[in-house]
T-cell receptor, first 117, second 114 residues
Framework: GAVVSQHPSWVICKSGTSVKIECRSLDFQATTMFWYRQFPKQSLMLMATSNEGSKATYEQGVEKDKFLINHASLTLSTLTVTSAHPEDSSFYIC????FGSGGNTIYFGEGSWLTVV | AQSVTQPDIHITVSEGASLELRCNYSYGATPYLFWYVQSPGQGLQLLLKYFSGDTLVQGIKGFEAEFKRSQSSFNLRKPSVHWSDAAEYFCAVGPSAAGNKLTFGGGTRVLVKP
């Protein structure tokens, strides 16, 4: 089946630095990818919709300048957490929709744990 | 605005017993409903989804869910739980069958007793 891979799975960074998380669709093309975050013991919240070749659409309350999303190709979207702070520590997970197949399933990545110290 | 409520935060069930996870939704249009399972530290795996047709949906791993429009519910069931079913389960609603832009419930953590 279709696979979505995220890298890194775990990352620890110092407060004030930036960290990039990649989301790749390994065996299909994805014009649209979605980024979610999940705080401990809470549900997933949609952060933004990433569209290949265009600007991401952010959900209300999500700072676009802090969470930079780039969808440069049909198989890769990146989320960069800029000037990270401890409150940004979270589980970030992406999902991708298969392109051009008439498929009707979203595939989720395995997620990335970010800890800001 | 759409919302999904999973009333039970934790459920403990004995191995071999039946399991039912509740999900209630509020959605202004035709709801596309999903159940996902998340094992510790892992991503989400789709168990099943509903968008039309038979209101009883069969999924993977022996799970099924029943859509009840009158009750705005989409409860997940499994007749006999295995230890490997211990995980967090999320109900979600979205605007399409593909699973775009999902709104998730708070999740229900299932613990399985030997």
């Amino acid at each position: 089946g279709a696979v979505v891979s995220q890298h890194p799975s775990w990352v620890i960074c110092k407060s004030g630095t930036s960290v990039k998380i990649e989301c790749r669709s390994l065996d299909f093309q994805a014009t649209t990818m979605f980024w979610y975050r999940q705080f401990p013991k809470q549900s997933l919240m949609l952060m933004a919709t990433s569209n290949e070749g265009s600007k991401a659409t952010y959900e209300q309350g999500v700072e676009k300048d802090k969470f930079l999303i780039n969808h440069a190709s049909l198989t890769l979207s990146t989320l960069t957490v800029t000037s990270a702070h401890p409150e940004d520590s979270s589980f970030y997970i992406c999902s991708a929709r298969e392109f051009g197949s008439g498929g009707n399933t979203i595939y989720f990545g395995e997620g990335s744990w970010l800890t800001v110290v | 605005a759409q919302s999904v409520t999973q009333p039970d935060i934790h459920i403990t069930v004995s191995e071999g017993a039946s399991l039912e996870l509740r999900c209630n939704y509020s959605y202004g249009a035709t709801p596309y409903l999903f159940w996902y399972v998340q094992s510790p530290g892992q991503g989400l795996q789709l168990l099943l989804k509903y968008f039309s047709g038979d209101t009883l949906v069969q999924g993977i791993k022996g799970f099924e869910a029943e859509f009840k429009r009158s009750q705005s519910s989409f409860n997940l069931r499994k007749p006999s739980v295995h230890w490997s079913d211990a995980a967090e389960y999320f109900c979600a609603v979205g605007p399409s069958a593909a699973g775009n832009k999902l709104t998730f419930g708070g999740g229900t953590r299932v613990l399985v007793k030997p």
